[in-house]
């Protein structure tokens, strides 16, 4: 054998198991494909089974949607016809002899993972009679959705308390345009004044679910990683700005909450509610408190409420062997005694306000 044929039979030798090492990547990868869709095909957003898209906030609770055991047996979800998580819909004017507080927030204000009953929300009417409470909490919900939520639909309601409840991960979500692979609103300063991004809120996202919810898994195509490559967009420059600029947009919103909440006759509060990574946020957090010590907000920081139970803190919390399998980011939310510890605290706090406890007081000896 000449050496001209010799390397065209190397040559042909390596082509063959070049393709054959292509092949069984690409196999290799169809298959890791299919068992990570098996893998998911049971699992979703609990919220996407009491929620519907929202043009104007990416998602809302459907009105009157009620599912019986649906964070386990005796754990129902009931949205009233006005859309919050209530068992009966609530009047314009304050009741008689009532103090009403909206608690705006996200998953961990409206309850996930436990019944109407058991959420922090209600807990607190058990303390004191005169207390009616409005649970305007959302899954998934950043800062910005909290606020323009309350602006659209809570100013339409009389109230003397306004609880504004977050999480850390509420100041990440607030600069993104969609989670969870869900298309939101986002702000943006433009001189001085907040300007709402993103809306109409694209609906593409929440028609073509199955898409949206394997979204991960469809990325993670080696077809799909390199097409992106090629064609990746640079993020807006609306997104760029909000980065920038989220110190001041954060400031802008409590501002205005601050603004309506006077006009209002209602006394504004922030709540930091703690959780698992809390003390990834502890530069947020001080940031809250000294922003909130310039504008002379009210801010009560529950941290300190977890980190008394030291090693037991886990409790507060639903463990992984708890959450439900057909739904995702189950786990990490407040348990039944999460939400009591968490209502017990605040209450005490809100006590000791001045001007709640006198119309706390007030209405207890008006009845």
Known sequence: MDIRKAIKLVFLNLVILFLLLVLTEGFSG?????MNLQESRSTELAERFHTKYDPELGW??????????????????????????????FSIKVPEKKVRIICSGDSFTMGYGVSNKQTWPNILTSYNSAVETVNMGQGGYGLDQIYLWYMRD???FDHDVHLVAFIGDDFVRMVRSEMFGYAKPFLKLESGSLVTCNTPVPKISYVFRWFTRNREIVNNLS??????????????????????????ILEQILL???R???????????????????????????GIRQMSRKNDWYFIDLTPEMEKLGKGRGRMFIPDDKALPQFTRFAGHYSEEGNRIIAKALYNKLELIPEISKKLNSSIMRQ
């Not at 019986?68 to 998580?85: P, S, V």
């Not at 967009?233 to 980065?243: G, P, R």
Request: glycine share 8%; with cysteine; aromatic share 10%.
């Open 30 to 34: 169809i298959i890791l494909f299919c």
């Open 60 to 89: 809302v609770n459907i009105p009157s949607k009620h599912i019986a055991d649906f964070y386990g047996t005796g754990k129902e979800i009931r949205i009233n016809g006005q859309g919050f998580r209530s068992d009966y819909d």
């Open 154 to 156: 809570g100013t339409k």
């Open 223 to 248: 077809t799909v990683t390199l097409l992106t490559r090629f064609i990746r967009k640079e993020s807006s420059s609306e997104i760029k700005a909000t980065v920038e600029h989220k110190e001041q």
């Open 256 to 258: 205005n909450l601050e």
């Open 260 to 286: 309506i909440n006077k006009a209002k006759g209602s006394i504004f509060v922030l709540v930091w509610l703690p959780n698992s990574n809390n003390e990834d946020f502890d530069d947020i957090r001080g």
